[in-house]
């Protein structure tokens, strides 16, 4: 851990946001949406834990989206660790370009691009939060907060009074909390999409029987995010129609 003097009445220690994923139970609509262990007793270890749980997470969803891609050429096994890392930007690529122009997939094609978008999206506001140096300050009412060390400088240095009153730009740890709750929504999202890659591939050009179009109504409200994913680990669709044709909770 390096510790460094930003300004003269500030004292931050310093950690590096990249770290190796730790695999760790996370729920929605809590605060932090992560169970932070016991153990992890100082704000150093916190930071590290929750940049890490993000990054495990994202991960997953890399393998979500390969999946996807996979199943879009005709392979429908799941794609766990591929032995040849790719960018996960041109595997959305593919993906966009596959449903844009392949008439079997014209039935999801909207709902799959806009999932693919957010994808995107979070990718994009994930990397801003995990390739840069965090800052941990203890205030003197005892209160940890997390900074951008980036936003941190800025401001530190600013010779503008007003943004020095405003305090650093709002880049926090609840942010990369944030990210990683929209990581897991998508993750079910895109796992629906898989399975609704294969029904259709395997479908096309065949009349649909009322089982088919059922789960097609599933993979429409998973893969367009109407749905939440609660603490157990089992959503709970938006729409109650759809809901209670499946028996599923909503």
């Given at each position: 851990m390096?510790e460094?003097?930003l300004?003269?009445?500030?004292?931050?220690?310093?950690?590096?946001?990249?770290?190796?994923?730790?695999?760790?139970?996370?729920t929605r609509g809590?605060?932090?949406?992560?169970l932070?262990?016991?153990?992890?007793?100082?704000p150093?270890?916190k930071l590290?834990?929750v940049?890490?749980v993000v990054t495990?997470?994202f991960?997953?969803m890399?393998?979500a989206t390969?999946?996807?891609?996979?199943?879009l050429?005709?392979d429908h096994t799941?794609?766990?660790?591929?032995p040849k890392?790719e960018?996960?930007?041109i595997?959305?690529?593919?993906?966009?370009?596959?449903?844009?122009?392949?008439?079997?997939?014209a039935?999801?094609?909207?709902?799959?691009?806009?999932?693919l978008?957010?994808v995107?999206?979070a990718?994009?506001r994930?990397?801003?939060?995990i390739?840069?140096?965090?800052a941990?300050?203890?205030?003197?009412?005892g209160?940890?907060?997390?900074?951008?060390?980036?936003?941190?400088?800025e401001?530190?240095?600013s010779?503008n009074r007003?943004?020095r009153k405003a305090?650093?730009?709002?880049?926090?740890i609840?942010?990369?909390?944030?990210v990683d709750d929209?990581?897991?929504?998508m993750?079910?999202s895109?796992n629906?999409?898989w399975q609704?890659?294969?029904r259709?591939?395997?479908?096309h050009?065949q009349?649909?029987t009322a089982e088919?179009e059922l789960?097609m109504?599933?993979?429409r409200?998973m893969?367009?995010?109407r749905?939440d994913?609660?603490a157990?680990?089992?959503?709970r669709?938006?729409d109650?129609?759809v809901?209670?044709?499946?028996q599923?909770?909503?």
């Amino acid at each position: 851990m390096i510790e460094g003097e930003l300004h003269r009445n500030s004292r931050f220690a310093l950690t590096y946001g990249s770290v190796l994923g730790v695999l760790g139970n996370v729920t929605r609509g809590t605060v932090w949406r992560m169970l932070i262990p016991e153990k992890l007793e100082t704000p150093e270890d916190k930071l590290a834990y929750v940049v890490g749980v993000v990054t495990g997470h994202f991960a997953q969803m890399e393998d979500a989206t390969n999946s996807v891609r996979r199943a879009l050429g005709g392979d429908h096994t799941i794609a766990v660790g591929s032995p040849k890392y790719e960018s996960i930007s041109i595997v959305l690529d593919d993906c966009k370009n596959t449903f844009k122009e392949d008439i079997r997939f014209a039935s999801i094609r909207d709902d799959a691009l806009s999932l693919l978008g957010r994808v995107t999206e979070a990718k994009e506001r994930r990397n801003d939060l995990i390739h840069r140096m965090w800052a941990v300050k203890l205030g003197p009412d005892g209160v940890v907060e997390y900074r951008m060390l980036q936003d941190i400088l800025e401001h530190e240095l600013s010779t503008n009074r007003k943004k020095r009153k405003a305090g650093p730009k709002g880049r926090t740890i609840e942010k990369l909390a944030d990210v990683d709750d929209r990581l897991l929504h998508m993750q079910r999202s895109m796992n629906s999409l898989w399975q609704a890659v294969i029904r259709l591939s395997y479908w096309h050009n065949q009349p649909w029987t009322a089982e088919v179009e059922l789960q097609m109504n599933l993979h429409r409200e998973m893969v367009s995010g109407r749905f939440d994913l609660l603490a157990t680990g089992e959503i709970r669709l938006n729409d109650r129609a759809v809901a209670d044709a499946l028996q599923i909770g909503h």
